[in-house]
């Protein structure tokens, strides 16, 4: 059974940071893409970042220069950085799983969810 469980998120002010964490288990977690998704209030569920496999980081424009994915394989925890934040980054953040040496980039592309974690970021 695999699982995700997020943590670390908050009410911020803009400009602020917070980092989130999502530790996996139920599976090696090395050999997974691991990801970031958001959903705002009335809006569909969108792509924030990816790691892959080997490491390779992957954002989308909107948080490009402000987010950073990382990873720890021997902690099982995929991490996102989330610095100068502003209000139109509130949303529940999830952390996705992707399948086995494969890419991660869409909703499609994911096979395990997590439970989900609210940011909110006042102006």
């Known amino acids: 059974q695999v699982q995700l469980v997020e943590s670390g998120g908050g009410l911020v002010q803009a400009g602020d940071s917070l980092r989130l964490s999502c530790v996996a288990s139920?599976?090696?977690?090395?050999?997974?893409?691991m990801g970031w998704f958001r959903q705002a209030p009335g809006k569909e569920r969108e792509f924030v970042a990816a790691?892959?496999?080997?490491?390779?980081?992957y954002y989308a424009d909107s948080v490009k220069g402000r987010f950073t994915i990382s990873k720890d394989n021997a902690k099982n925890t995929v991490y996102l950085q989330m610095n100068s934040l502003k209000p139109e980054d509130t949303a529940v953040y999830y952390c996705?799983?992707?399948?086995?040496?494969?890419?991660?980039?869409?909703?499609?592309?994911?096979?395990?969810w997590g439970q989900g974690t609210q940011v909110t970021v006042s102006s």
């Open positions: 790691i892959s496999w080997i490491g390779l980081r």
């Open positions: 139920g599976r090696t977690f090395s050999r997974y893409p």
């Open positions: 996705a799983s992707g399948e086995q040496y494969e890419a991660l980039g869409t909703q499609e592309e994911v096979g395990y």
